[in-house]
Each structure stands twice: as C-alpha cells, then as structure tokens.
C-alpha cells in the first residue's frame, strides 16, 4: 500500500467530487451549510443541506491499532460507568479542578441539589466514544493506538460516520477500479461499521429498560439539542435507526428533537413521589402528552448552552426526574479531562501500597487485570497543573517555550476549539491566573506516522499530508443503586482527519473531514 491513496490527475479529481457530492446527498452525508458558504438570511427557513467534508479516499489505517481499539472498548464502558458511581471519587476530581472552573462546579451543585432531595431514577445510559491516534516514538518501534479523550456526552458523527463507510465502499467498487492507477473492487480491507444502529441499539436497551409508563401516556425518547444545530442529519441517522429497530418487533417509539432552551417551556414533572417527565410537543394537533423515558443529549456540554440562571434549573428539572439520561451529570463529570489524567498517572506516582484504580474500577471482571492493562497500554502521559509534585513538573514545562513544543494543554471542555498546542501554551498560560491552572491537564503529544489523503470540502479539493483520529463507540446501561451493568457493548467507529497543519479536528468545528479505515 506505498502508492495509496493514488495520485490523481485533474480530471479524475473532478470525477470523485461529482460522484462524491452526489452520492453524499443522495445518503444523507450532509450538514446544514456553514456561515462562510451560505449567510442565515439566505436560508431563512433552514431548507438548505451541504455534502459534509470528506476524504475521496479511505485512509490507511494499522490493523492491528483498530483491532486494539475495538478490544478495549468494552473495558472503557464498565470503567467510566464504574466511575460515574463513586461519588467520593468525582468529589475529589471536582475538588482538584477548583472554582477555576465554574462550569464543572454547577454541574457538580446539580448532583447535590438532586442527592439532598433524592434520587428517583438509579438507571443511566452511556453513548460513549473513546478517541485514538496511532503513535509512533523517534525510534520508530511498532505503532500502537494512545487515547487523546474519552467522551461521555454528546459523541457525535455515529450517523455519518456509518454513511462514510458506505460512500467509500460504493466509490471501491464503482470508481476506483477506473482510476490511471486504478484500485481493484476487493483490494481494501473496508472494516463494517454499524455506529448509527449500534448507537440506537443503546438507546433502545435504556427504552425498554425504563419499564412500562406508570401516567397513562406512551413513553416516548427525546433528543436535546441546541437551537440552530447544523450537524442535525447525523442525530437523524440515530433516531432512524431506531425507529427501524423497534419495527422489527413492536409499535414505533415517539421520538422528539427538544432544543436544551426550551427545556422548561414544553416538559414537567408528574405530580407524586415518581418524578416522572412529561413531555407535550408544541407542534402536534391533538396536543398529545408522553412520558419520557430516555433524554439523549446532544447538548448542554458547554458553558453556551447555560446562559443563564435558567439553563441550570432546567438542567437540574432533568436530572432530578425519572427519566433515563444520557448522560446523568455524574456520567458527564466523569468525561472530564482531569479523571482521564488520574486515571493515567504513571504508577511511579502511586504510592505502592495503593490498589490500582483500573483495577478497583474493573473489578467486576474475572480477568481486570488483563483489562487494566489493555487499557493502560492505550494512556498517554498526561500531567496535573496543580501544586503536586507532578503538576509542579508539568509547570515547569508548559512555561518553558522550548519544552512546551511536545506538548498540548487542555481544558476540562467538549468540543473542537478548546485545546492550546506547542509554543502557544507558555504565552496563554501568562494571561490566566496562576490559582486556576488546576483546571488544566497537559498532555504529551502522540506522533501519528506520515499519512496522506484528498479532502473534499465545500467543493474544493485539499491534497497533501493528514493526521487521522479513531473513535471506539460504546454502549452501557447500568444501574447505580444495584451495581449492575445490563448491556454493555462496541458500537463501530468513526475516522476524522484533517490536514497535517491543522491542531483541531473537529468536524462540526470546521477543522477536521469525515474518513473510514482501510486496514493496513
């Protein structure tokens, strides 16, 4: 695979993107139109949709580092659901991070507000992705995958990274085979991907978890977004593929987009100790009422989407009800970059005496130490900015403008944008106030080996060098009170690449494009 992806000439370029974009839109591959190509006075109505940036090619990717991946992800799932159930744990990770950061304290002032009133809903589901880049060290020893974050809210692109699978796979058997250097139909090893319905599947396991509706209303499963999502095909993919699902054996299941704003306006509680939420879409004739039984959010990861005093209330009507969440703010603190870096320590700063803490979380597992391991051998270095003799450490690191080059400092946030990388960090860091570095981890660089690829984006082809990031979905649905796990399972995978020049990569962000793997 040396000469993969082929060089294309100009013409066959042209092809791809026609074959590309019509392919894309025919499938649903798409995105609301960015602000740069289309103004919002020029799409009042919101009619308009757009091929989502994309590579013309699948881009090679080491078997063995997707096989890693895919391994460890039922590991990754028991680990943060295990994590999301010690409270004493997540106190301490809240307490580390400080009043520097605001937002992981309300979240965290949700959960007790909710503890003092008690708990009426002890289920929780998990949408989980866990994202990876191929390291490769200076010497040039054999790669391996090492995690860059694991996310517990809002893990995006399930829907389109299974309809990316399939536009490459189309374009294997129909358009590659006609290149100059053409590329036979069964050459690339085109790993399945299911992430749309195994992302569905997990959402129903939690449906039919939440039981029978006890208000005299159907259940129904709402989607919280925010207002002027653009990346809404990719949650369309999901709801679809559960309605699919659930025809195969039943009635279908209500599903209802709530945008996060309109929380309080359009649900209530139940009158009685049950807390049940009740939702009464604006949109229907009959003015229907249904009894939620799973909230999937999509939003409410941020500080934009608490504006106000009201966003927390509404986020703590949520919590506070029966309903499943997903996630709760328990799961949602445990996706906080400050528990991936304890989680990662190196041993050498645990006293020896201690148990392991992914061997205290996997316990339930037979084999937890070969899991923890599995697990361990996917960790980065990652480092506190606090006052440990660690964060010390990493201190005189990102201040140092020549050390701080193989570095990224992060933020306990969701999303592209958030990240600060190499020299900039030093600079940054003398313009934030030294008491609130604590919320800050400082993670080594991983160094992908040398990949190139085509990007497509907004009609415009972009040749050269890309770096590629694997995303592991999960699937976990566990009860808190009880201690179990009732469903626990891989969900497919998503690839996002971007330029080698560009240090984010989100897709919905603008930095990075939509990809597939083909195994190497």
């Known amino acids: 695979m040396a000469d993969y992806p082929p060089e294309i000439t100009a013409g066959e370029g042209a092809r791809l993107t026609e074959a590309t974009k019509d392919w894309a839109l025919a499938h649903g591959l798409a995105v609301r139109p960015p602000l740069a190509v289309v103004a919002p006075d020029a799409d ?118 299974s309809r990316t699978s399939q536009l490459h796979k189309y374009l294997s058997s129909v358009e590659y085979p006609l290149l100059e250097r053409s590329i036979p139909g069964d050459a690339l090893h085109l790993p399945p991907n299911d992430s ?50 659930q025809q195969e054996s039943s009635a279908p299941i209500p599903v209802f987009r709530l945008p996060f704003s309109e929380i309080r306006q359009h649900t209530r509680l139940a009158e009685g100790a049950g807390r049940q939420l009740l939702y009464t879409p604006p949109r229907l004739r009959a003015r229907s009422t249904f009894e939620v039984a799973v909230v999937y959010m999509r939003s409410g990861y941020g500080p934009g989407d608490y504006p106000d005093a009201g966003a927390w209330e509404a986020r703590h009507h949520l919590e506070r009800s029966a309903a499943i969440k997903c996630p709760s703010v328990l799961t949602q603190i445990a996706g906080t970059k400050k528990v991936q870096q304890v989680l990662a320590a190196p041993s050498s700063e645990t006293p020896s005496s201690a148990p392991s803490i992914l061997s205290r979380y996997l316990r339930a597992s037979s084999s937890s130490s070969s899991l923890s391991a599995q697990v361990a051998s996917t960790f980065t270095n990652i480092y506190p900015l606090d006052a440990s003799e660690a964060g010390l450490r990493a201190r005189a690191i990102a201040t140092d403008p020549e050390r701080a080059k193989g570095y990224v400092l992060k933020p306990q ?34 160094t992908p080996p040398p990949v190139r690829n085509t990007i497509l984006r907004n009609g415009e082809l972009e040749h050269g060098g890309v770096i590629c990031e694997l995303g592991i979905y999960g699937t976990c649905l566990w009860d808190g009170r009880a201690g179990t796990i009732s469903h626990n399972a891989q969900a497919g995978y998503l690839l996002r690449t971007k330029g080698d020049q560009s240090e984010e990569g989100g897709v919905a962000a603008g930095y990075g494009c939509m990809d597939s793997c083909a195994l190497v």
């Open 196 to 245: 749309a319905a195994g992302l569905a599947a997990g959402i129903r396991e939690a449906f039919v978890a939440y039981g029978a509706p006890s208000t005299g209303h159907d259940k129904c499963v709402i989607f919280l977004v925010q207002d002027g999502e653009r990346n809404v095909f990719d949650q369309k993919h999901l709801e679809y593929a559960l309605q699919q699902q």
């Open 44 to 161: 009042p109505r919101s009619i308009l949709a757009t091929a989502v940036p994309v590579t013309l090619f699948p881009s090679p990717f080491p078997k063995v580092c997707f096989e890693q991946g895919v391994a460890v992800q039922t590991a990754y799932n028991e680990l943060y659901a295990s994590i999301s159930q010690d409270e004493e744990f997540l106190a301490r990770i809240v307490q580390e991070i400080g009043d520097s950061d605001d937002f992981i304290t309300e979240l965290w002032k949700v959960h007790l507000k909710v503890k003092e009133e008690g708990y009426v809903q002890h289920k929780s589901l998990g949408l989980f992705r866990s994202d990876y880049m191929v390291h490769q060290d200076a010497a040039g020893a054999g790669l391996q995958i090492k995690q860059v974050e694991f996310n517990t809210i809002a893990s995006s692109f399930g829907g389109l990274s």
């Open 413 to 446: 946030r969701e999303g592209g944008g958030n990240n600060v990388y190499r020299a900039a960090i030093p600079p940054f860091l003398a313009g934030v106030p030294e008491a609130h570095w604590p919320s800050y981890i400082l993670m080594e660089l991983i």
